[in-house]
């Protein structure tokens, strides 16, 4: 166990050329964009995707990650799951989320483990995908509306936020065993999880929003040997987290007084390393998604304004510094894939 917070080695020569940032839009306008951002030359294409495709990606796009060659965006309302060649960023396939009856599973995130494709599903499912064939190969049942979601020694860790039974959030994390693709236990963590991130001692951790305007927000630690919460830190309040290299970078935003800050959590220590990620003056008035730069630690926050407006992407050295804005990229962006 590490006492004191540890340096990641970076390679400060990495620079990023390019950028694709996936905006959702808004909820049934069916106006979800990719944006491509040559960062060499300034150039910007806001709807890439289309420009490549000749159609629409579809009604809010919710979530963006690149596995191997390939890139999978999970458009919500449309229920599909838009799977693009990473170097020609044409559409290969796109995997429609209905039931039986023809009802939309709304997919919500998407991971990774072991050439699987994991989907989250707001009906209370999860998606298990051949990353090569892109077929659909099996699904699991989980809780109410689940939501984000990561895998932690061999199991699959799903935060069931029940959103869409406002007020009745559901207050649990489905544990799911991958060989049997079974659901194994449900943790008991909280009203509304949300964000959930493994670190490398294979802890679990995840974030609980109550129900917004009170900024109930806690981040709880599960132990994935016996699937048990071990603590909640009570003194910090986040609202979403990414982790990377044991770091936690977590950001807040209240609702009602508009306040928020971003801040660098160490989870082998368990303590907060850095109360004020940006030390350059930098204000962001409405954090929508946070991407760290594996390579060199560059931050990445996406700006929503008042969700009506076109959002920013800012990228931050990891010293906390602006490096560069990108005004007005799209409408509520939320995932950015760094190239």
Not at 216 to 224: A, E, F, P, R
Not at 279 to 293: V, Y
Not at 307 to 335: A, H, M, T
């Amino acid at each position: 166990m590490y006492d004191v917070p540890r340096e990641p080695v970076w390679n400060d020569t990495t620079e990023t050329t390019q950028l694709l940032v996936l905006s959702e839009g808004l909820f049934n306008m069916n106006n979800s964009t990719l944006a491509k951002v040559n960062l060499q030359t300034g150039d910007i294409d806001y709807d890439y995707f289309k420009s490549i495709n000749g159609r629409g990606l579809g009604d809010t796009g919710n979530d963006m990650k690149q596995y191997g060659s390939k890139i999978y965006i999970t458009v919500n309302i449309s229920s599909q799951l838009e799977v693009l060649d990473a170097n020609t960023y044409k559409s290969i396939k796109r995997i429609p989320l209905f039931n039986q009856d023809g009802v939309a599973r709304q997919p919500r995130y998407v991971t990774f483990y072991q050439n699987k494709a994991y989907v989250s599903c707001f009906d209370g499912w999860v998606a298990r995908i051949d990353t090569a064939s892109l077929e659909i190969d099996a699904w699991a049942q989980c809780g109410n509306n689940p939501d984000h979601l990561v895998v932690c020694n061999n199991k699959l860790y799903v935060s069931n936020s029940g959103g869409l039974d406002n007020p009745f959030y559901d207050n649990s994390v489905s544990v799911v065993d991958l060989d049997s693709f079974k659901e194994i236990r449900r943790i008991k963590v909280g009203v509304n999880p949300g964000s959930i991130a493994a670190d490398s001692e294979g802890d679990v951790y995840v974030i609980t929003r109550g129900d917004y305007d009170d900024e109930d927000y806690t981040l709880h630690k599960i132990d994935s040997e016996i699937d048990t919460v071990v603590e909640s830190f009570t003194s910090i309040h986040p609202l979403k987290m990414i982790i990377h290299n044991d770091l936690a970078y977590m950001y807040s935003y209240n609702y009602k007084s508009g306040e928020q800050w971003i801040k660098v959590f160490d989870c082998l220590t368990d303590q907060v390393v850095n109360e004020n990620f940006i030390t350059d003056g930098t204000k962001i008035q409405t954090p929508f998604s946070l991407t760290i730069n594996p390579q060199n630690g560059d931050l990445y926050i996406t700006e929503a304004y008042n969700y009506v407006l076109w959002g920013d992407v800012l990228c931050f050295n990891r010293n906390g510094q602006l490096k560069f804005r990108l005004n007005e990229i799209g409408l509520n962006p939320n995932s950015v894939i760094i190239r």
